[in-house]
């Protein structure tokens, strides 16, 4: 029993790929279209990769109602995940600086991903339809100043410990969902650790051991050595 | 369909109500039972708060998080190689098939796919994971409900099965064997004849695991009917793997998505059951244990020659963008939602974890239920502490 | 089938299990005693081969857990060739695993350019005290007695490449 | 017993059955420990089990009596104290006393009670208190659910083996063990006396009910529930430790010993093997020398039984309380009191 696949052209991947032939994918195309009719206004941006998968953005204050709409009128009826993600690069890199030099200044514009945005944070769903096995990304944006978002618990009871899960890592309200407890901190714990400006302590406490070189001649170093040009991890 | 999330978020609210309910009618006191975190049923630090009166469950909920590690707060200080030895651990019992979306996103990325050598033996250690954990299951089963018996013919078999991963990817838990573009080596001689004989082995141990446990009539009326999730709710809940097949959809994400692996090269069934109960669970993943061993030994003969890495740089740098991957783990869907920035790590790595969205069904489940019907549905929604906490 | 009745079967289980203990031996290993062999890849204990290690930093700074400290110093050696310049060396000063942090990954053994990382199945080396599994240079250097040779790939592998 | 120890001194007489009880009791626990709890256990799960004491770790018993001797006894702050370290030595005595009965051999027993079948059933619901107050003493929830459900089973259970037993006191027409023995060996079916009358066949219906009722008097799975260590770490135990956990342990399989003691002299012929196999006709005709053998005999009946009550440990997954308390009421029972009615009416008839 050969299984049944997705009416989607298989992207041809070859190891150096710079000339994929760009596929149509009509599925996808189709499902972009209709989602564009129903939500409206609704819809903000959308960002379609071909043969892969389907991103779109929707306005804040309609969350909960697009949402409801992709699952009653598109089908996506399944749940994969809801989580947020901080665009703003972290200023302390991977945590590799020396400790004894000034810290360096890192570039912390914040930059969206696929869809645009225009805060520095985002929550994002995963929604699967059960029958096609389409699925679909969507965004939303919360403000920068009192993140806080509509829960989507009422849409689907799933969400609850991930709303609870984002909560605590990102600190962005759920309205409407009454049990935002902590779920693997403490209840007292004070921060938001994945946000980028949370610092990662395990990266914090010691100096990166790769900060350290080879201990040059005495007599200074005329010729630089050819092995210490692989510090190449930034 | 009701509003089950208007339901389990009163749940706390309800709780008290019951109590209020219990003293006043039955003049009853309820009784606050605490399961775990450190606690035999809990294969892991899972507890549960469990309200009871008498030996009901009036209202239960887990409380995650002691073993949480921060997976998704590490990987972005990682670089890509870096994070797929992270993630081996977050389902320790079938760790090769943790690494495989996440590598598979990387490359989605970077535009890279592996040499088909490469796939193939990709997928028999993901099947070979998936059997290694499952198996445990099986006989982990027997546990939760009482029999001693099937955990250490259990973990006979699946000695078998880590040898194998061992002897090919070195590592008996933590292979760490994927790379982006393709595996660490080559497979060692004779280990494509060992992996038949041990598959040979492990369908012995699934009709072993059959007569001792699936067919008794005690573990039967122990599981049947207990802890029955509908087709909609588990869609709602985002169940995933046996759990959501075993309440009647058929879904497997091997065979309804297009990666750059090889299930579809071989001849196999996805198994699902009407029912919805901790039977329905149990026994969907009995039947999967058996399709992996067909699986594998349809691979072993069909595998390719040629090499086991594409040509990627040696320093991986992996394109801007976002990417979506997920596979049908032994515990359900595990994805990695990836988002690059041109970096030598990752920007932010999203894990969906199966059992996270599993055991989020167990406050709905638990209502109403004896106490060893929590130990029979946690048994049969089968989690891994290190999958929910990650 | 359905003529069995389940617990039966189930005591036909276990009482085929007693049978085929009792006549093929048991399935497990009286540790102490008798030892099984792990496979030739097995990551066991990370070797290190002093002579060909430049101090090139690379496996340190590779390490997802930061767990290997090296210290080198460069000094001058006498040349290859008769009547070249002096070459400049390092020399290793240290060079510690802490297998309390190391998980195991082989990505230093893998990036390591001068093959001077190996892995040894050798597995028993536990301590009672966590500070003694801070392996030194010599340390890590005995264990290199202990490295097997890479095994043979199955058929239609393409030829080593390193 | 009394015959041969007539010339010793009363208080001699009584230090000896003493010991006669402790030997009766403490030798069947460590045997069916070592060979079924510690090997058998084992073998069925391809393993070899204890192997480091003594050859084949026949020692091991030992050392885990040390070891257990060895413990700090802890009593729990809020546990009722007196009554916590009562508990498991009214478990051990209610086997003890339970022991008094067993006829080990024509003239080899403790007490040759009239109604012993009547004291044996009674006395061996006395660990059931002990177990109640072990549960609801350590002032420990999983410990007070386990003691409930063992007193609620233990209950359950005791009908269907009294009634299982009714059939063979029917059928003997006495309640002295050691008669029923003597019926057994001495009587015939169908007009061959080549193995005597074993009531396993006459009153087989009986025999599964009296199995199934002490697997669940012994706690053992199918029917371990209040120890149901997934669910309940251990039950009424979970607080125990040092020597009070290592008396309910002996308890337990001395309790199991005792009880298949019994089930052998109600149903398989106790002591005795067929009289007609050496010419005699009755009590008084049984050489002397049974008075040794005897035990034996009873000693591998009891393994036979104990094998099987092991097996079924070993095998079987757990039943949850309120399935285990249906199959009392609704199954066992039902069917025992049939198997009285019809047992009473083969009895008139014939």
């Known amino acids: 029993m050969l299984p049944k696949l997705p009416n989607v052209e298989v992207r041809q991947l070859s190891s150096n790929s710079e000339t994929t032939t760009p596929v149509v994918d009509h599925e996808r195309e189709q499902m972009l279209e209709a989602i564009k009719l129903s939500l409206g206004d609704s819809l903000v941006d959308s960002h379609l990769k071909s043969g892969d998968d389907l991103w779109i953005r929707v306005r804040t204050d309609s969350w909960l109602g697009s949402v409801q709409k992709l699952r009653d009128q598109h089908s996506f009826d399944y749940f994969g995940f809801l989580s947020a993600i901080d665009w703003m690069p972290s200023p302390y890199g991977r945590g590799e600086d020396d400790p004894t030099e000034p810290a360096p200044v890192r570039d912390t514009t914040i930059r969206s991903g696929y869809a645009g945005g225009d805060t520095r944070m985002q929550v994002f769903i995963r929604l699967v339809n059960s029958k096609t096995h389409l699925g679909i990304t969507v965004k939303v944006d919360v403000a920068d100043s009192s993140p806080s978002v509509e829960s989507l618990i009422t849409v689907f009871a799933g969400a609850n410990w991930h709303e609870r899960e984002t909560h605590e890592m990102f600190g962005i309200d759920f309205i409407g969902h009454n049990d935002l407890r902590n779920m693997y901190l403490p209840a007292d714990f004070e921060g938001h650790p994945l946000r980028k400006d949370f610092p990662l302590l395990a990266r914090m406490v010691k100096p990166w051991p790769g900060i350290v070189d080879v201990e040059p001649l005495p007599g200074g170093d005329e010729e630089d050595s050819a092995q210490s040009e692989n510090s190449d991890a930034s | 369909m009701t509003m089950l999330g208007d339901r389990q978020q009163l749940s706390y609210i309800a709780s008290q109500a019951a109590d209020a309910r219990l003293n006043l009618e039955l003049e009853t006191e309820g009784m606050t039972l605490n399961i775990g975190p450190q606690h035999p049923a809990t294969h892991g630090t899972l507890r549960i708060i469990a309200r009871l009166d008498g030996e009901q469950v009036v209202w239960a909920e887990p409380a ?8 998704e707060k590490l990987t972005e200080v990682r670089t890509f190689p870096q994070v797929t030895t992270l993630v081996n651990r977050i389902d320790w019992l079938g760790s090769f098939a943790n690494e495989v979306p996440f590598i598979l996103a990387a490359e989605k990325l970077m535009g890279v796919e592996a040499p088909t050598r490469a796939q193939y033996i990709r997928t028999i250690l993901f099947e070979l994971s998936r059997i290694a954990n499952v198996s445990l299951f099986l006989g982990d089963l027997g546990v939760q409900l009482g029999a001693i018996t099937p955990v250490f013919l259990a973990f006979r078999d699946r000695e078998y099965v880590l040898n194998l991963i061992e002897s090919a990817t070195g590592g008996r838990f933590h292979p760490n064997f994927d790379r982006i573009g393709g595996l660490k080596d080559d497979l060692p001689a004779g280990w494509i004849d060992e992996t038949r004989a041990v598959m040979k082995k492990l369908r012995s141990f699934c009709d072993q695991i059959e007569d001792l446990l699936f067919g008794n009539e005690i573990f039967q009326s122990r599981t049947r009917g207990i802890g029955v999730i509908p087709r909609d709710v588990a869609l709602q809940y985002g169940l995933s793997g046996a759990n959501l097949r075993a309440s009647g959809v058929d879904w497997d994400l091997r065979r309804d998505q297009t990666l750059p692996m090889v299930w579809n090269k071989a001849d196999w069934k996805v198994w699902t059951h009407p029912d919805g109960d901790s039977f329905a669970r149990c026994w969907v993943r009995l039947q999967e244990t058996r399709e992996s061993t067909k699986i594998v030994d349809q691979l072993l003969g069909a595998i390719p020659s040629g090499p086991v890495m594409a040509k990627v740089p040696k320093i991986i740098k992996v394109p801007e963008g976002e990417a979506w991957v997920s596979t049908e783990n032994p515990l359900g869907e595990m994805g990695y939602y990836v988002v690059s920035r041109g970096d ?30 929590i130990v029979t549905i946690l048994a049969s929604l089968y989690f891994i502490l290190g999958d929910i906490d990650r | 089938m359905a003529k069995v009745p389940g617990l039966v079967k189930g005591l036909g289980v276990t009482l085929g299990t007693l049978f085929k203990t009792t006549v093929n031996g048991s399935n497990t290993v009286q540790y102490p005693h008798e030892k099984e062999t792990p496979p030739i890849r097995s990551r066991g204990v990370i070797a290190l081969h002093q002579d060909n290690c430049t101090s090139c930093m690379l496996c340190s700074r590779s390490c997802p857990d930061w767990c290997i400290y090296i210290e080198a110093h460069k000094e001058l050696a006498p040349p290859r060739r008769e009547g070249g310049k002096p070459r ?36 028993e080396y536990s301590e009672p005290n966590i500070s003694d599994l801070l392996h030194d240079k010599t340390k890590l250097s005995e264990w290199m007695e202990t490295v097997p040779e890479a095994p043979e790939l199955e058929a239609g592998a393409d030829k080593k490449k390193k | 017993m009394i015959a041969l120890l007539a010339e010793v001194p009363y208080w001699g007489q009584s230090l000896l059955r003493v010991l006669g009880g402790l030997v009766a009791v403490l030798l069947p626990a460590g045997t069916i420990v070592y060979v079924f709890l510690f090997k058998m256990m084992s073998f069925m799960q391809s393993r070899l089990g204890p192997m480091e004491a ?122 002295n063990l050691q008669k029923i023995v003597v019926a057994q060996n001495t009587g015939s079916m169908f007009g061959i006396d080549a193995i005597g009358h074993p009531y396993v066949i006459s009153q087989f219906f009986g025999f599964i009910i009296f199995m199934i009722a002490i697997q669940a008097e012994l706690t053992q799975a199918p ?52 009289f007609t196999w050496f010419g005699w006709t009755s009590i008084d005709d049984v050489a002397n020398w049974m008075n040794f053998v005897g035990p034996l005999i009873m000693f591998t009946k009891m393994m036979l039984l104990v094998f099987i009550i092991m097996w079924i440990r070993f095998s079987y997954p757990r039943l949850r309380e309120d399935q285990l308390q249906r199959f009392a009421w609704k199954g066992l029972i039902p069917v025992a009191l049939i198997n009285i009615m019809v047992t009473a009416i083969l009895k008139v008839v014939f």
């Not at chain 4, 309940?232 to 430790?241: A, I, N, P």
């Open chain 2, 64 to 71: 995650c998080g002691y073993m949480h590690r921060g997976y």
């Open chain 2, 344 to 373: 030598l790590g990752p920007f932010r790595v999203k894990i969906r974890s199966a059992s996270f969205n599993n055991i989020s069904i167990t406050p709905w489940l638990l209502r109403g239920v004896y106490v060893p019907d």
């Open chain 3, 88 to 123: 400049q060396v390092n020399l290793l000063d240290r060079f510690d695993i802490d297998y309390a942090l190391c998980m195991y990954c082989g990505i230093c053994v893998e990036v390591c350019p001068f093959d001077a990382l190996f892995w040894s199945p050798e597995y």
């Open chain 4, 54 to 175: 003594g050859p084949y770790g026949s020692m091991q018993l030992f050392a885990e009596v040390g070891k257990w001797l060895q413990k700090e006894d802890i009593v729990p702050d809020r546990a009722d104290a007196r009554i916590f370290k009562m508990a498991p030595i009214i478990v051990l005595v209610s086997t003890f006393l339970l022991v008094v009965v067993v006829p080990f051999g024509p003239e080899a027993w403790f007490t040759d009670f009239e109604t012993g079948v009547f004291y044996a059933l009674a006395v061996s619901s006395v660990s059931v208190l002990g177990i109640l107050i072990a549960g609801w003493s350590s002032a420990n929830k999983y410990s007070l659910l386990g003691g409930l459900r063992a007193a609620g089973q233990l209950i359950a259970y005791e009908l269907p083996m009294v009634l299982a037993v009714m059939g063979v006191v029917i059928q003997a027409g006495t309640m």
């Open chain 4, 223 to 274: 029917f371990d529930m209040p120890i149901a260590e997934s669910e309940l770490v251990s039950g009424y135990m979970t607080e125990y430790s040092g020597f009070r956990f290592l008396i309910f342990f002996i308890g337990e399989f001395a309790t199991a010993g005792v009880f298949a003691m019994i089930a052998s002299v109600l149903f398989l012929g106790g002591w005795g093997v067929p």
